[in-house]
């Protein structure tokens, strides 16, 4: 959720990729920089994605006054041409371009912190040549640390190019600190050397270089970056197997000739030819064959579907064993695939409200520490008088103090959890719903479809005076002609025990009643008690059948009562246990249904269902979620129908079961693709494991802060404590940030 004012209509939203951002302080500038074009109702920067949200009026807006603003801000937007493949190839190359540099670094920082640090280990022989011992030859030992030091700033160029270009703008980030320090260090010991140079004053060599620090600084930094990359470009994973499930060709019929083109070039109506072991490159209706196809990779279901003309294949299932040629219906972007990772995609891009915080404190954080810093060094030497302990004061508090950890908190650990949840079969389509599912106080479930199959099934036969099969034969026989569903499960029934069915004449449907018909020359009828039996009165496991929430059918021939068939929408195998471990977790469950009260209680019971609500229209649903959230019960609705659309808009989490209509999906925040209720649970736990997560990588990086930049100040050291050196500032400010992206890739090991 956002405090910005309501968008007007005409309002279109973008996503830019960019390019140039290396810490929350940069995101803060880009996000800064979209929000000041006129047109731009809001903008969202995440630094772990690298992408930018924008809301914009395109009649006051364009996009290429979106891009000037990025690039006037010192960074860069990506073109969206580029395919996942490229990017993919383009992440390898910038995981082997930071391991180069790091190369590089240590290649020549080893080196000169053994010059620098080496004859000052005491009780420890280390060989040394004496032709570089401070000593004897401090000209030699300053100037070979110089030409040392050299590659390795070099190598680190972009942080003084992009630190300083911030700085200029008034807009400093983590770069800025690590720039300002290293030039601090670099130009006073390029002073102390001129003046050994010059003067002959050899005991600067001990005591007034710091390019050990320089080299070991960036080093280390650089060390960070690499770490940060490779754990960066995992985060990305889930997405590019998503992606890569789909298959790059397809084999098409046009004017008679078979075509194989690129899957993205498909245009809706071709008709496409799959062979058996084949995956789907779109979305479609089968019009020629008949085939099994392996949906598990949507559905979660290892068995494979029967597919025959009129039904619906989707991009990326696989054929198993029949050839068929179907209609594209989706193409592109709009098949269900891409749909699944464009949500997860958006969702790994979006902010949770919690992220907001270290967004805020990120803006400031930067020029408060440089103050910081400055004040701390100045205090130092106005009490000790030396320029050379005040600079180190100065050095330690910029390098520990970069945010880069704080930055990667949040995103870091929202990518795992979204890209985690789209591998179990559960899509977050944000970041704020992630964040509110974990607070659910109260479940609402639909009945038809979601906790129930939706399909009803023959669940009792009652013969009286004549065997279960022939009761069931007639019965089915009967129901043949009817299209009611209740008699079509009958009729279901049948076939499965491989039942011959007999002709029936004079077929006659009563509406709202039952059906009758000549059956080997008997009147058969079958239908409620009323309709059966007219003003007698019916058997009394009518009644209790009734109870149990089944509706039971009487049958009889010529007058006489054969039997009881009961039907019921038998609820789905993983109901009852989903609910369980709800209310183990402490969450209040409810059903809503617009049955009558007596089905709906024995649905409820059997389900284990805290709270029933029968009788309820589609608009009544949605007075019930707003009844829950009224009292302050965080709310989430699970639905499937047309029907759900508007309750699962209404609660703070909507939840739809993979199964259920296109518009029922688009209402909700929560989508399950394998149309199984312990998705729900499964949910709830990811988020909360997301959250927890967040929390201690927040804790993480604030109790750092807080912590080391006393430290790095000289507050210990005043007392008789230790200082911190700026090489050990630069090693601990690169763990932290490792340390967060490694805690929120730990994600990956959630199971559900």
């Not at 008679?256 to 072991?277: S, T, Y």
């Not at 930055?407 to 704020?432: D, E, M, S």
């Not at 009758?516 to 003003?535: C, D, F, H, M, W």
């Amino acid at each position: 959720m956002t405090d910005s004012p309501e968008a007007p209509d005409s309002c279109q939203r973008i996503s830019l990729k960019i390019g140039g951002m290396t810490c929350a302080a940069c995101a803060a500038n880009v996000q800064k920089a979209l929000s000041k074009v006129e047109g731009v109702s809001e903008a969202a920067v995440n630094i772990a994605t690298e992408q930018a949200a924008v809301l914009y009026d395109p009649e006051k807006a364009a996009k290429s006054q979106l891009e000037q603003a990025v690039k006037d801000a010192g960074y860069y937007v990506i073109d969206r041409a580029m395919s996942a493949e490229l990017e993919r190839i383009s992440k390898q190359k910038e995981i082997r371009r930071q391991k180069a540099k790091l190369i590089v670094a240590l290649c020549f920082a080893v080196p000169v912190f053994y010059i620098a640090m080496a004859p000052m280990i005491p009780f420890v022989a280390l060989p040394y040549p004496a032709t570089l011992h401070p000593d004897l030859h401090p000209e030699l030992f300053a100037l070979c640390q110089l030409v040392l030091v050299l590659p390795v700033m070099g190598v680190g160029y972009r942080f003084y190019t992009g630190g300083y270009s911030a700085l200029f703008r008034l807009s400093p980030n983590m770069d800025s600190l690590v720039a300002v320090s290293t030039t601090a260090a670099f130009l006073y010991s390029l002073y102390s050397t001129i003046r050994i140079l010059l003067f002959q004053e050899g005991h600067l060599a001990h005591h007034g270089l710091y390019f050990e620090s320089v080299a070991v600084i960036i080093a280390l930094i650089l060390l960070g970056k690499f770490l940060e990359a490779r754990s960066k470009g995992k985060t990305g994973e889930a997405i590019r197997a998503l992606m890569s499930l789909a298959p790059k060709t397809a084999r098409i019929l046009r004017d008679g000739q078979e075509l194989e083109l690129p899957a993205d070039e498909v245009l809706r109506g071709d008709r496409v030819l799959i062979r058996p072991g084949e995956r789907m490159p779109v979305d479609g209706v089968v019009t020629e064959g008949r085939t099994a196809v392996d949906e598990s990779m949507l559905t979660g279901e290892s068995m494979p579907v029967e597919k025959n003309p009129g039904d619906k294949v989707y991009a990326a299932t696989i054929n198993k064993n029949g050839s068929i040629v179907y209609t594209a219906e989706r193409v592109g972007e709009d098949t269900a695939l891409s749909q699944i990772v464009r949500m997860v995609e958006e969702a790994a891009g979006s902010k949770a409200p919690i992220a907001h915080l270290a967004d805020r404190i990120s803006g400031i954080f930067t020029p408060a520490v440089m103050a910081i810093a400055l004040a701390a060094a100045l205090i130092w030497y106005f009490v000790k008088g030396d320029l050379e302990f005040s600079l180190t004061i100065f050095i330690s508090v910029l390098v520990i103090a970069c945010p880069c950890a704080l930055g990667l908190a949040t995103p870091t650990a929202i990518i795992v959890g979204t890209g985690k949840g789209a591998q179990l079969g559960v899509l977050f389509k944000n970041a704020a719903v992630l964040q509110a599912t974990h607070e659910i106080h109260t479940v609402i479930f639909d009945k038809t479809g979601t906790i129930t199959q939706g399909q009803p099934a023959l669940r009792d036969v009652i013969p009286y005076g004549i065997e279960k099969a022939e009761l069931l034969r007639l019965a089915a026989s009967l129901e043949k002609s009817s299209e009611h569903p209740l008699g079509q499960a009958i009729v279901a029934s049948a076939e499965e025990q491989g039942l011959d069915l007999l002709p029936a004449e004079e077929f006659l449907a009563v509406t709202g009643s039952g059906v009758e018909a000549r059956i080997s020359g008997q009147t058969i009828k079958i239908g409620n008690p009323a309709y059966v039996l007219g003003e007698a009165a019916p058997p009394p496991e009518v009644r209790s059948l009734a109870k149990m929430g089944k509706t039971p059918m009487l049958l009889s021939a010529d007058g006489a009562l054969k039997g009881i068939l009961a039907v019921a929408d038998p609820i789905k195998e993983t109901s009852r246990e989903a609910v369980a471990r709800l209310r183990e977790m402490g969450i209040e469950t409810v059903m809503l249904t617009g049955d009558n009260q007596q089905t709906a209680d024995a649905v409820a019971r059997e389900a284990g269902i805290d709270k029933v609500r029968a009788g309820v229209l589609p608009g009544g649903k949605v007075e019930v979620v707003n009844h829950y959230r009224r009292a302050s019960h965080l709310t989430a609705m699970v639905g499937d129908g047309i029907n759900d659309a508007p309750a699962l808009t209404a609660a703070d989490v909507g939840i739809a079961v993979g199964s259920g209509t296109d518009v029922a999906i688009e209402s909700a925040g929560v989508v399950l693709v394998k149309n199984n209720l312990m998705d729900v649970v499964t949910a709830i736990r990811l988020s909360r494991a997301t959250i927890r997560n967040i929390k201690q990588n927040l804790f993480w990086a604030f109790c750092y802060n807080t912590l080391g930049i006393p430290v790095a100040a000289g507050l210990l050291y005043a007392f008789g404590g230790p200082l911190l050196n700026p090489m050990l500032a630069a090693a601990a400010m690169s763990l932290s940030s490792v340390c967060v992206v490694t805690n929120a890739l730990r994600l990956n090991r959630f199971q559900g």
